[in-house]
Nanobody, 126 residues
Framework: VQLQASGGGVVQAGGSLRLSCAASGRAPNQHSLGWFRQAPGKEREFVAA????????RYADSVKGRFTISRNNAKNTVALQMNSLKIEDTAEYYCASRYARRMETVQVTPNDYQYWGQGTLVTVSS
């Protein structure tokens, strides 16, 4: 599975951005999907994840209520809608996937994921 992330950019604090990740290759709709981010000098951290069927989602506490993850299995895409952005949301954002046997499985740690896209940079300015 190949993943291509897009949608990053520069936005003022309080603004919104929508990231998208297109998946291609063998049966991406059988994969659970997630978003992670990595700020300079920090470790990669979990942001949000969604199950194969899209019914189960998980969020990091730091983004809960502000970010929304969604997927379109017909188009093999996953999106991350980011609202009320804060300066501390500045980071390189990565989408990731792994094959999930069960429709409702959600993974939240980087080591759980098999495939990674290139990052897309989000910069939130004051």
């Amino acid at each position: 599975v190949q993943l291509q992330a897009s949608g990053g950019g520069v936005v003022q604090a309080g603004g919104s951005l929508r990231l998208s990740c297109a998946a291609s290759g063998r049966a991406p709709n059988q994969h659970s999907l997630g978003w992670f981010r990595q700020a300079p000098g920090k470790e990669r951290e979990f942001v949000a994840a969604i199950s194969r069927n899209g019914y189960n989602t998980r969020y990091a506490d730091s983004v809960k209520g502000r970010f929304t993850i969604s997927r379109n299995n017909a188009k093999n895409t996953v999106a991350l809608q980011m609202n009320s952005l804060k300066i501390e949301d500045t980071a390189e954002y990565y989408c990731a996937s792994r094959y999930a046997r069960r429709m409702e499985t959600v993974q939240v740690t980087p080591n759980d994921y098999q495939y990674w896209g290139q990052g897309t940079l989000v910069t939130v300015s004051s």
